[in-house]
């Protein structure tokens, strides 16, 4: 069967919450959190491709795993695993769709293939749009839904997805509320794992000068930034019930790190865009030892408090 626990469903007053991604990191959190809610407010429909992984989020789950939170198998990237989803809830009733699955992809440009960036889009893109199609039609007709993209601040996802925004403001005439939680480096073991192979990875198609920026100059500094100014999954977690909560009135855009916001604000300081890749690039190239020294301090400085500080979405 493609569906697990299908039993297991929303009582009366729950909301029915579906989120992509749910084997490890923010999707795994994001599920025990709400399925684990003081007050019960929420039925959970965790998802993932492939239900062999699901062992840690069941372990994490507890005795919420067969009341509060079922499984199901769910592959964003194929639009029959989509639909056989849906259908397998009852009345096809979601109340909120929480887009979490993604994968990520690093490199210089000229090194990886067209094949590697399309499977990238075909997740973290094509994924989410088929979800929001599967879900919409219905959400429309019942007047009332709220979607959620966990995306990126400084992700190619902030691009693609101002079609996203434009639509939300139409879907209002529906009661459907859309908003993007956007953190920024997170702690998981996705992306120490990432790193590590990077490391190790040789990059053909690339020169020599490249190779040496790419893993002397950026990934150390990369690895600084996710050091100091990283949250956990539980801090990205911790958004997701009042983004809920807030229904119709929720913002569409929830920074979840108060140490990134000046980061973020550079992309919008000026029109043309080139004020953030300046200062990146000075960070990067002139200031890196100074960085990696001022990252230390602020480290140890602020002992992680601020980190677990999230910026409220109201």
């Known amino acids: ?5 299908t039993e297991a469903m929303a009582n009366p007053g729950q909301k029915v919450v579906l989120i992509t991604g749910c084997s490890s990191g923010i999707g795994l959190r994001m599920a025990v959190m709400l399925a684990k809610d003081e007050k019960q407010r929420y039925h959970v429909i965790a998802t993932m491709r492939d239900l062999k992984r699901k062992d840690k989020l069941v372990e994490a789950a507890g005795d919420a795993y067969g009341k509060s939170l079922s499984l199901a198998v769910l592959d964003v990237c194929t639009d029959e695993s989509v639909k056989q989803c849906i259908d397998g809830i009852k009345n096809r ?35 989410v749009i088929r979800m929001i199609k599967e879900v919409m039609p219905d959400m429309k007709k019942r007047k ?11 992700g190619l996802q902030g691009v693609v997805f101002n079609d996203v925004y434009a639509a939300s403001k139409f879907l209002l005439k529906f009661n459907v509320t859309m908003s993007m939680i956007e953190p920024g480096p997170v702690h998981t073991e996705f992306e120490s794992k990432m790193i590590q192979d990077v490391r190790q990875k040789e ?3 690339a020169d020599a000068d490249t190779v040496n ?22 801090d990205i ?17 929830n920074l979840t790190n108060p140490l ?4 973020v604000a550079l992309k919008y300081a000026e029109e043309t865009g080139g004020l953030s890749v300046h200062a990146f690039y000075h960070m990067l190239f002139n200031l890196g030892p100074l960085m990696h020294v001022s990252m230390k301090a602020m480290q ?3 002992c992680g408090c601020l980190r677990s500080r999230t910026i409220s979405p109201n």
């Open 144 to 154: 009332g839904g709220h979607i959620i993209v966990v995306s990126s601040v400084m």
């Open 237 to 253: 977690a911790r958004v997701s019930p009042p983004v809920i909560e807030q229904g119709s009135s929720a913002r569409f855009r």
């Open 93 to 127: 009733h979601v109340d909120v769709l929480i887009n979490n699955a993604g994968i990520g992809l690093v490199g210089p440009v000229e090194s990886i293939s067209i094949a590697e960036m399309k499977s990238v889009f075909e997740t973290n893109f094509f994924g």
């Open 203 to 205: 990059f053909p198609g």
């Open 213 to 234: 920026y790419f893993k002397n100059v950026y990934l150390p500094s990369s690895v600084d930034i996710f050091e100091t100014l990283g949250q956990t999954p539980d």
């Open 300 to 302: 140890y400085l602020t």
């Open 260 to 263: 990134y916001t000046p980061i």
């Open 1 to 5: 069967s493609h569906y697990c626990s």
